[in-house]
């Protein structure tokens, strides 16, 4: 079996490198119409963040709005990473919430009294 990288694609309709990718069957299954988004940094210093959306179904896919070949790696890389954290989250499930004890003590320690 042949395991292939993600690698940009192009679209014949626009000029801007696009991310597909196969979502895992089990994840499929669990996840099938969530909304995921991905951030990616942007390019300007000090400006905001590149956010991008895309539903899981077969595939996720979604441009990197971006011609550069390079730059479009690099996203790529960032996209397998963020998305990959989230199959994980969905097929493990929701996490039972912190203990009291531990969450009264990150408020006082986010709230400058630490």
Same mark, same amino acid.
């Given at each position: 079996m042949v395991l292939?990288?993600?690698? &940009?694609? *192009?679209?014949?309709?626009? @000029?801007?490198? =696009?991310?597909? +990718?196969?979502? &895992?069957? !089990?994840?499929? +299954? %669990? !996840?099938? !119409?969530?909304?995921?988004?991905?951030?990616?940094p942007s $390019?300007?210093? !000090? /400006? /905001? &963040?590149?956010?991008?959306? @895309?539903k899981l179904g077969e595939e996720v896919h979604f441009s990197l709005r971006t011609r550069d070949p390079a730059l479009a790696k690099e996203r790529i890389g960032l996209a397998n990473t963020q998305l990959? *954290?989230?199959? $994980? %989250?969905?097929r493990n499930g929701p996490r039972p919430a912190a203990p009291k004890a531990s969450r009264s %003590?990150? =408020?006082?320690?986010?709230s400058g009294l630490c």
């Open positions: 292939r990288m993600t690698r &940009p694609t *192009r679209r014949p309709d626009t @000029s801007f490198l =696009w991310y597909r +990718k196969r979502v &895992p069957a !089990g994840v499929r +299954k %669990a !996840g099938h !119409g969530q909304c995921v988004a991905v951030t990616f $390019e300007v210093p !000090g /400006a /905001a &963040p590149l956010v991008v959306h @895309s990959d *954290r989230m199959h $994980e %989250a969905i %003590a990150l =408020w006082t320690c986010l």
